[in-house]
């Protein structure tokens, strides 16, 4: 059978199977094979502080038929770096990094190359001081039904159009630029700019009261890759009180929320300001009423947690309290939290809070500072409903009489627990370790540590 005398809602599931490079070679071929693989090419489109970006975004929105298709948003949050674009002997430096082995020219190449990254950085300066990116995305907003998805991508993300601008220069985001001797005048400006995106997406759906998203998700960078972007921060949160509205109305919306926080300290005297930020985030999480699956992760997890918050929060209390408060999420399903360490109490609360609703569980990388894992384990069979329940490299801060943080790092790695709840041939529920992991069950007495 020709393709032509397919359904075209047959020939659009068959395109989604594409990626773009393909998509893009399809439309090509005839009229009907453009406009049937249009719908998966602008499901997904992408939205960034530079000016070509900009303009392929508007471009989309304007268009009568490809804004209908538009889904999801993908937000490029990686920035360009005050500190190379405005030092070349810096930005040179770099280029000698390991990290920048693939950005090495000849001196004439560098050196206009060092401009042209000067002239992105001056555009995504005049783009973020200007509030085009606001009034864009509101623009656009509003004449794009179906969106329903928002992501936050730490980035580089390009568009085609700008693959030659690009070409070359020193990609945008961290860790390309470090900051070692910097003053925190120096930081607080660095902060405005990676937490400025955010801003502004959350700013204009709640502007126009956008009711569609529903799923709102910050991306990781990827693993083992130099190019780092510019991780989400826990100062996105620091949102001006008479913006918290429209905080509050996209939250309120949301069924999916996963959240990647990287934790910073702007300095000695901004330690504090960690728990400052997380006040607005536990106010947009107290009223996320519709939500389903909430998956959030503290970045920079270390198995000693007075290495990994120490600055920031003791390390023999709870991080839960703090960052999520005490929510109630009435249709919650899914619960994924990584990257804390909190009482055995407060987890076994939380679950039990949710015990009508949820059914998929996942603690990774993290640690208890009071009870057992194992009783958690208890609380989860118990349950009638859960039906997935993981554990991945957690611990607990005292095995027997001996302190985790005093451990070595064999001993450490050997008092941390992976497992998983599996349905056994009789039945009935148990909670399996997973290979090389020790056993949940393992009481800690037995072992005759000092």
Avoid at 139 to 148: D, F, G, S
Avoid at 415 to 427: A, P
Avoid at 433 to 438: H, K, N, Q
Wanted: neutral net charge; aromatic residues 10%.
């Amino acid at each position: 059978m020709s393709f032509v005398l397919l359904p075209a809602e047959l020939l659009i599931e068959i395109f989604t199977y594409l990626d773009c490079v393909g998509l893009k070679s399809i439309r090509l071929v005839c009229r009907l094979f453009a406009e049937t693989s249009s719908p998966t090419l602008f499901e997904r489109v992408l939205v960034a502080p530079r000016y070509k970006a900009l303009g392929a975004f508007q471009t989309i929105s304007q268009h009568p038929t490809y804004q209908r298709y538009v889904k999801e948003l993908i937000y490029d949050g990686s920035v360009y770096d005050k500190g190379l674009a405005t030092n070349e002997p810096v930005y040179m430096g770099h280029l000698e990094r390991d990290v920048a082995s693939a950005y090495r020219l000849d001196s004439w190449g560098r050196r206009s190359r060092f401009k042209k990254y000067q002239q992105l950085y001056n555009e995504q300066e005049d783009i973020r001081a200007s509030g085009i990116l606001f009034h864009t995305l509101v623009r656009a907003l509003e004449v794009m039904p179906n969106v329903h998805s928002i992501v936050y991508s730490p980035g580089p993300r390009n568009v085609p159009i700008e693959s030659k601008d690009l070409k070359d220069i020193l990609p945008r985001g961290d860790p390309h630029f470090t900051r070692p001797n910097a003053s925190i005048e120096d930081y607080a400006s660095y902060i405005e700019r990676v937490q400025h995106g955010f801003h502004v997406l959350i700013g204009a759906l709640g502007s126009i009261k956008y009711p569609g998203i529903r799923s709102f998700r910050v991306d990781v960078p990827t693993p083992n890759s130099s190019l780092r972007g510019t991780e989400l921060t826990d100062y996105v949160f620091a949102i001006p009180g008479n913006q918290l509205s429209a905080g509050i109305h996209v939250f309120s919306h949301l069924q999916f929320l996963t959240l990647q926080i990287k934790l910073i300290a702007a300095g000695d005297h901004m330690t504090s300001d960690v728990t400052v930020n997380f006040v607005t985030l536990r106010a947009l999480l107290r009223h996320a009423r519709q939500v389903e699956n909430v998956s959030i992760y503290l970045r920079e997890w270390n198995l000693d947690p007075r290495r990994m918050y120490g600055a920031w929060f003791n390390p023999d209390s709870s991080i839960i309290p703090i960052a999520l408060g005490s929510p109630t999420w009435p249709r919650l399903r899914s619960l994924r939290l990584g990257g804390m360490h909190a009482y055995a109490g407060e987890v076994s609360r939380l679950i039990s809070r949710h015990g009508q609703t949820l059914v998929e569980l996942e603690f990774a990388f993290f640690s208890l500072t009071s009870g057992l894992w194992v009783d958690i384990v208890r609380t989860v069979l118990q349950s009638i409903r859960i039906e997935k329940f993981q554990l991945l490299h957690v611990n607990e801060s005292m095995i027997g009489n001996t302190a985790f943080r005093n451990m070595s790092i064999d001993e450490r790695n050997d008092w941390t627990y992976s497992g998983i709840m599996i349905l056994n041939s009789y039945g009935s529920r148990e909670f399996l370790p997973t290979a090389g992991s020790r056993s949940v069950y393992t009481h800690p007495s037995d072992l005759f540590l000092d």
